[in-house]
């Protein structure tokens, strides 16, 4: 069964780690290949449009996007789609 799932940050949380002086990135943007741990994906949210509802899906390693807008949101990309490779934490 598939399961659409709304995120909405677009950063990850992070957790101080003084103990091995390094910090903990945990992903809540969804879209880290690396289960809870941030990969640095959460950069292709960035120039989202506010109120608007996107798609994301991979194929080998990189990440598309598709942008599916409601009526009442003026805007010129209307079944945009983007492709973006996806490297490094943060």
Known sequence: MARIIRHTEQAPQRIPMADIKADLYLCRCGLSQNGIFCDGSHRATKDEVPGATYHY??????????????????????????????????
């Open 57 to 90: 899906s991979r194929s080998e390693g990189v990440l598309q996007r598709t942008i599916i807008v409601p009526t009442n949101i003026p805007t010129p990309v209307l079944d945009e789609t983007v492709a973006e490779e996806i490297g490094g934490a943060q």
